[in-house]
């Protein structure tokens, strides 16, 4: 089990922006996998956010293309999800996950942080 520690997030207003940080416990591990983000909001399913890959390679939701950037910090072990115009309905607990490809990433064989609560008021 490898640790993905979750940095960041708070409280916000519709128009702000946050930053969510994850931080891979080990670098062999971070070196190898995808990392991402996924969201769950109260009422609803779990939602895929972005990933990236190891050569940098990102996929996002079509929902945050022009507002979130996803980045990874090889020094550092540590992926970065800026977001930016941020909404109330985007308000959610924000997860790390990490996978060895971006098409399984968030099923089985996934690596899973702690969550860490993003709340944006209108």
């Known amino acids: 089990q490898v640790q993905l520690a979750e940095s960041g997030g708070g409280l916000g207003q519709a128009g702000d922006s946050l930053t969510l940080s994850c931080a891979a416990a080990?670098?062999?591990?971070?070196?190898?996998?995808?990392m991402g983000w996924f969201r769950h909001a109260p009422g609803k399913e779990r939602e895929f956010v972005a990933a990236i890959n190891c050569t940098g390679g990102i996929k996002d939701e079509d929902s945050v293309k022009g507002r979130f950037t996803i980045a990874r910090n090889s020094t550092k072990s540590t992926v970065v999800l800026q977001m930016n115009s941020l909404n109330s309905e985007e308000t959610a607990v924000y997860y790390c996950?990490?996978?060895?490809?971006?098409?399984?990433?968030?099923?089985?064989?996934?690596?899973w942080g702690q969550g860490t609560q993003v709340t944006v008021s209108a």
């Open positions: 080990a670098e062999w591990f971070f070196s190898r996998y995808v």
């Open positions: 996950a990490a996978g060895i490809d971006v098409r399984s990433l968030g099923s089985r064989g996934t690596f």
